[in-house]
């Protein structure tokens, strides 16, 4: 019914990383599958690089090997002036800034597209960094709709505290990628599979983009951080309780305060507190225990996206 | 290979240890909370010491600090001469077999039980020795018996003519519990709950045994390994594909010659292409990557545990 909708420039070059968190296996085998043969990724007239971020973690299968890639694209990072003496990820993150950035400039990366897994339940999970931006909820739309009956979740991290510089922030478009339940260090077919066909699905919406489809105004839920919770520890900083099993597995589902939470190792129960229904994610992310995350609330809610047309046409 | 003998006397030193490898957590919380709280390994007739086995590689969360723990229990690693240089795990392995052992001694620690969790969906299982355990056998049915819910799968890891090279071989009889499927470095609650749970019930049998309990002969079933299925790798030996997803998640069950057991990441399947059916065990277990193995592969087996007799009248328990 409108006849207002966006012009957007069309879409030349989009980055797939893997290999950010070097144990995370989905990517990381993914990324090197298309480094030797990229016909799968490739679109008219687009510019797909596949790109191993972290490769010292990757080789070690380890998170990260001084400090977590995923966090330290911030401009204070990015600007210390280089030295041997820099954590090994800050420096590799200036070197990737570089390649794909700079961050905030007109040179970086139209779009990147980070691919993770995690050990909680999320299954297909897009991350979102910016309620407004009209572009994206369009293609998390697209993809949703196209892997429809499968479940596809779409997690806002807009947050003025909570939000962290990740690695695909360089880009004018970061789009995170989690796939789970997948343990760190396996690479399981069917996740394979799942985020295979979230970039395939997210490649199609760009070049029908690009090639002047217009996509009319949609609306798509998405799950917006409120806070992390910690474990309840002990004097000694040890975890003193663990995810409750009613809550084990139940990511994205509704929680409401009264049901249980956490178990403790005596065997106690401890509910939800507050006064509001949240929806947990990122339960029991066996990478989050160091940082003090049990799991995250989040409130659903409805974000609208004006329709958009590419402006060549 | 002969039996091992059946204690003719109680069990009283026991230890059960977690934390073997440090990102299998289940096994670390219970020995943390077991070392706070050790009441609940003490039954009438002993008393169980709890035991963090690899502290380094439990602080740090990782399998190990320089090599696995639980392939360092060998003569050859036990007895050498130390050396500064030698690495973590061999100078643990030397500490553990002081406190445990020393392994093939008469010192030796009556039973250890070992915890471990794996990624792969080994449900419950109980890992012994070989055929001639007896009394880790009759363990494993009176378990088996006590939880006919779970499932419980007995595999027997020895290869005959290799030398045992896991921490419950250091004492005088020993088991290994392996639950999953858990990832490394998470604590379900299911999971604790269960090994938990196991080992209660695996204290209650040495106790009734130490009181003088009779346990008669049975048939057992278990799997023993035949071979091992690595990765499809490229020429560099990194992977080129992964455990197919009609694979993914069976172990115990049957696997037959034409079965897909990987999926490359062009898109083919590759199928199992042995002469027989076999059970494959530790499907895309995380740790054995490095170890060049898929699945392990197992033949099922059915033989009799022989009766074990009721201990002559003991004098009165330890206190």
């Known amino acids: 019914m409108t006849s207002c909708h966006i012009a957007e420039e069309p879409i030349k070059k989009v980055a797939i990383f893997g290999g950010t968190h070097g144990n995370e296996l989905t990517g990381v085998f993914l990324v090197k599958h298309w480094l030797k043969n990229g016909a799968e990724i490739q679109r008219t007239g687009l510019e797909v690089k596949p790109f191993i971020t972290n490769p010292r973690a990757v080789k070690k299968c380890t998170r990260y090997i001084d400090c977590d890639l995923n966090r330290i694209f911030d401009l204070e990072n ?116 799942q985020m295979r066909k979230m970039i395939k699905h997210a490649l199609d919406f760009i070049h029908h983009f690009n090639e002047g489809k217009e996509f009319p105004s949609c609306a798509i839920e998405v799950y917006k951080i409120m806070e992390k919770v910690d474990y309840p520890r002990n004097e000694n900083g040890e975890i003193a309780a663990i995810i409750h099993p009613n809550l084990q597995d139940q990511d994205w589902k509704p929680l409401h305060p009264g049901d249980p939470v956490f178990l403790t190792l005596d065997g106690k129960t401890i509910p939800l507190g507050g006064d509001c229904t949240v929806h947990p994610v990122f339960v029991n992310e066996a990478a989050y225990y160091e940082k003090k995350e049990a799991f995250a609330k989040t409130t659903k809610l409805t974000l609208h996206a004006d329709s958009i047309r590419c402006s060549l046409h | 290979m002969c039996s091992l003998p059946v204690p003719r006397e109680p069990l009283r030193r026991v230890a059960v240890a977690g934390g073997k490898h440090g990102n299998e957590m289940s096994g670390v919380y219970l020995v943390r909370h077991w070392l706070l709280a050790p009441a609940e390994l003490q039954r009438p007739s002993f008393s169980a010491v709890p035991v963090l086995a690899n502290p380094a590689a439990t602080t740090a969360c990782r399998r190990y600090v320089d090599r696995d723990l639980n392939r360092t ?247």
Do not use: W
Not at chain 1, 187 to 192: E, G, K, M, N, T
Not at chain 2, 214 to 242: C, H, S, W
């Open chain 2, 73 to 319: 229990f060998t003569s050859t690693f036990l007895n050498s001469r130390p050396t500064p240089d030698d690495p973590y795990e061999v100078t643990r392995a030397r500490e553990l077999n002081q406190l445990l052992g020393p392994k093939a001694s008469g010192q030796a620690f009556d039973f250890v039980l070992d915890l471990h969790t794996s990624t792969a969906n080994m449900g419950t299982c109980f890992i012994a020795e070989s055929s001639h355990d007896v009394f880790a056998l009759h363990l494993c049915r009176h378990l088996q018996l006590q939880y006919p819910e779970l499932s419980c799968q007995v595999f027997l890891y020895q290869r005959s003519g290799e030398e045992s090279y896991s921490l419950d071989s250091v004492a005088k009889n020993g088991l290994a519990l392996e639950l999953g499927p858990q990832p490394q470095g998470v604590l379900r609650a299911d999971i604790f709950s269960r090994m938990r749970a196991l080992v209660a019930t695996v204290l209650d049998f040495i106790d009734l045994f130490n009181q003088g309990t009779a346990f008669p002969t049975f048939e057992m079933e278990a799997y023993r390994p035949v071979g091992i299925m690595d990765f499809p790798r490229t020429e560099a030996g990194n992977l080129a594909g992964t455990v197919h997803p009609q694979l993914q998640d069976q172990d115990f069950q049957p696997l037959q010659p034409g079965d897909p057991i990987f999926q490359m990441f062009s898109g083919e399947d590759l199928l199992y292409e042995g002469e027989s059916t076999v059970y494959p065990l530790f499907i895309n277990e995380a740790a054995y990557y490095e170890k060049g193995v898929a699945f392990v592969q197992t033949e099922k087996l059915t033989f009799s545990v022989p009766a074990m007799p009721a201990l002559t009248p003991a004098p009165s328990p330890a206190s």
């Open chain 1, 78 to 193: 990015l600007g210390k002036k280089m030295s041997e003496d820099l954590p090994y990820e800050v420096r590799r993150a200036q070197e990737i800034n570089h390649l794909f950035g700079p961050k905030n400039s007109e040179d970086s990366y139209d779009i990147i597209f980070d691919l993770h897994n995690t050990t909680s339940n999320m299954g297909c999970t897009l991350v979102l960094e910016d309620s407004r931006n009209n572009f994206l909820i369009q293609m998390f739309h697209y993809i949703k709709t196209s892997l429809a009956p499968l479940p596809c979740y779409v997690y806002l991290i807009e947050h003025p505290s909570l939000k962290y510089a990740t690695t695909r922030s360089i880009a004018k478009y970061p789009v995170g990628i989690e796939v789970g339940p997948q343990p760190q260090g396996v690479l399981r077919a069917d996740i394979l599979d």
